[in-house]
Antibody
Framework: EVQLLESGGGLVHPGGSLRLSCAASGFTFSNYAMSWVRQAPGKGLEWVSVISNDGATIYYAESVKGRFTISRDSSNNMFSLQMNSLGAEDTAIYYC????????????WGQGTLVTVSS | DIQMTQSPSSLSASVGDRITITCRASQGFRNDLGWYQQKPGKAPKRLIYAASSLQSGVPSRFSGSGSGTEFTLTISSLQPEDFATYYCLQYNSYPLTFGGGTKVEIK
């Protein structure tokens, strides 16, 4: 059974940093691109970033480019999102999801982790 | 970037109704579009990919169609468990973009 489990969310002050992680199981992790998608409270879905199966190709949404860094550790079946210079606009539930363009979108999602940026 | 305009933003319907949700793309593409259902407090769930392919395990009352700049999701006979918010997603090019969502409520 495919499972994705996010961790690392919480309350952070404006300008601060946070690192989200997603632990994957139930599939051959190294075969799949992985993405982060976020959802601000009461708002719609926003794709944030994707990393290819081999880590060689990465894309970011313009809203996070230069502040967020995606990475993966295929030996541990995990991938992460390092978030720096956080602002109130980054407050959201962050979902990890399997896929991206190469998988016709996202076929499996984690349960989400809440990031709140507030003083 | 490809912008996805979804309509309506909300609709009220009754059990058994047929409903259609539309997404219009700012640039045309063949069929790189999916539809997702999200219930409150839950992660989204994929219903449709490649514009018209039904995700395994999804009831056949859900169907998708379209290509180019106009895509539709149809629920042929609305069931109580279908009251949720629906999103389209284009994955033709990065950045991937979602439509704004359609909240389907009980009339």
């Amino acid at each position: 059974e495919v499972q994705l489990l996010e961790s690392g969310g919480g309350l952070v002050h404006p300008g601060g940093s946070l690192r989200l992680s997603c632990a994957a199981s139930g599939f051959t992790f190294s075969n799949y691109a992985m993405s982060w998608v976020r959802q601000a409270p009461g708002k719609g879905l926003e794709w944030v970033s994707v990393i290819s199966n081999d880590g060689a190709t990465i894309y970011y949404a313009e809203s996070v480019k230069g502040r967020f860094t995606i990475s993966r550790d295929s030996s541990n079946n995990m991938f992460s999102l390092q978030m720096n210079s956080l602002g109130a606009e980054d407050t959201a539930i962050y979902y990890c999801a399997r896929g991206g363009q190469s998988l016709s979108g996202f076929d499996y999602w984690g349960q989400g982790t809440l990031v709140t940026v507030s003083s | 970037d490809i912008q996805m305009t979804q309509s309506p933003s909300s609709l009220s319907a009754s059990v058994g109704d047929r409903i259609t949700i539309t997404c219009r793309a700012s640039q045309g593409f063949r069929n790189d579009l999916g539809w997702y259902q999200q219930k409150p407090g839950k992660a989204p769930k994929r219903l449709i990919y490649a514009a018209s392919s039904l995700q395994s395990g999804v009831p056949s009352r859900f169907s998708g169609s379209g290509s180019g700049t106009e895509f539709t999701l149809t629920i042929s006979s609305l069931q109580p468990e279908d009251f949720a918010t629906y999103y389209c997603l284009q994955y033709n090019s990065y950045p991937l973009t979602f439509g704004g969502g359609t909240k389907v409520e009980i009339k």
